[in-house]
């Protein structure tokens, strides 16, 4: 299994731009991870999906975040509009119950 | 406000030696933790864990010990390696919670030095 897979590795984008960020999770595991890393506040959980469904989001920092899981092997992180704060590492995870397991990331820098 | 906090944001040690990174958390509704161990570039990997319902679990080089009455677990690498080299989230997840739905330390930066 090639793990969690996430797109772009890198992104760099100006203020006020839409940015998605794009998860594969591995297959068969039925509930989907967003964390976000930043130096000041580590490792932050955004929102999760059990069977592609969003379970709680309490962690979407605002409206400008959104994230869908339209099927049980895609979701998308969107930030419309971006704003530079929202700089640093975008992680995707995913779980069938047992251990959880993160993809690469996701780098965004916002200018 | 951290419910889990890793109070020390590195650490080096010398190879051969003993490290031990230390987390302390809030929530006494907590009943699992873990260490993730995570290389730049690369998402974090899970390393080892705890159940609230003991106090050590050993697997190799590396032990966890849980003293529940001081919200207090650390992590013991016995002998440190230059490839222990990366940075440790300490996370907990609350009784009832999902077992991915976990609350994560800032990390420690461990060096290991040869």
């Known amino acids: 299994d090639a793990g969690v897979i996430q797109s772009p590795r890198h992104e760099v984008t100006e203020m006020g731009q839409e940015v998605t960020l794009r998860c594969k999770p591995i297959?068969?595991?039925?509930?989907l991870f967003w964390y976000r890393q930043t130096m000041m506040r580590g490792l932050e959980l955004l929102i999760y999906?059990?069977?592609?469904?969003?379970?709680?989001d309490s962690g979407m920092p605002e409206d400008r975040f959104s994230a869908k899981m339209p099927n049980a092997s895609f979701s998308t992180l969107k930030i419309q509009p971006s704003e530079p704060r929202d700089s640093a590492v975008y992680f995707c995870?995913?779980?069938?119950?047992?251990?959880?397991?993160f993809g690469s990331g996701t780098q965004l820098s916002v200018l | 406000d951290q419910q889990v906090k890793q109070n020390s944001p590195s650490l080096s040690v010398q190879e051969g030696r003993i490290s031990i990174l230390n987390c302390d958390y809030t929530?006494?509704?907590?009943?699992?933790f873990l260490w993730y161990k995570k290389y730049p570039a690369e998402g974090p990997t899970f390393l080892i864990s705890?159940?609230?319902?003991?106090d050590k679990n050993e697997d190799g080089r590396f032990t966890v010990f849980l003293n529940k009455s001081a919200k207090h677990l650390s992590l013991h690498i016995v002998p440190s390696q230059p490839g222990d080299s990366a940075v440790y989230f300490c996370?907990?997840?609350?009784?009832?919670?999902?077992?991915?739905?976990?609350?994560f330390g800032k990390g420690t930066k461990l060096s290991v030095k040869p």
């Open positions: 995870a995913s779980t069938s119950g047992g251990g959880l397991f």
């Open positions: 297959s068969g595991h039925n509930s």
């Open positions: 999906f059990n069977n592609n469904v969003p379970i709680d």
């Open positions: 929530n006494s509704m907590f009943d699992y």
């Open positions: 705890i159940s609230s319902i003991k």
């Open positions: 996370a907990a997840k609350a009784v009832g919670g999902s077992q991915g739905n976990l609350i």
